[in-house]
């Protein structure tokens, strides 16, 4: 027996269960590497998700396609450190 809130008794046990689920089923991650020397690379983490492995794949193609649209990669590629930062 369990007392609620209201101050009666009650013979049943309520029991609470979190459930924590994406929409979307498929999580698709890729890294992305430029160059091959040491102090010559860029690496980008890039994650999509979609319903179905095809969705993922098309959100990976569409998110790859803006990025490079955008010229993202050539503006982080020519980022510089300034001098006396630390690396």
Request: glycine share 6%.
């Amino acid at each position: 027996m369990i007392d609620d809130d209201s101050g009666t008794t009650t013979d049943s046990m309520e029991t609470r269960k979190n459930l924590n689920e994406s929409a979307d089923k498929i999580r698709l991650k890729t890294q992305v590497k430029r160059g091959d020397g040491t102090r010559d690379q860029d690496t980008h983490d890039i994650k999509v998700r979609g319903e179905t492995p095809a969705e993922a794949a098309e959100n990976l193609s569409e998110t790859l396609a803006e990025l490079e649209g955008r010229d993202v990669f050539k503006r982080v590629r020519n980022l510089q450190p300034e001098a006396g930062d630390d690396e």
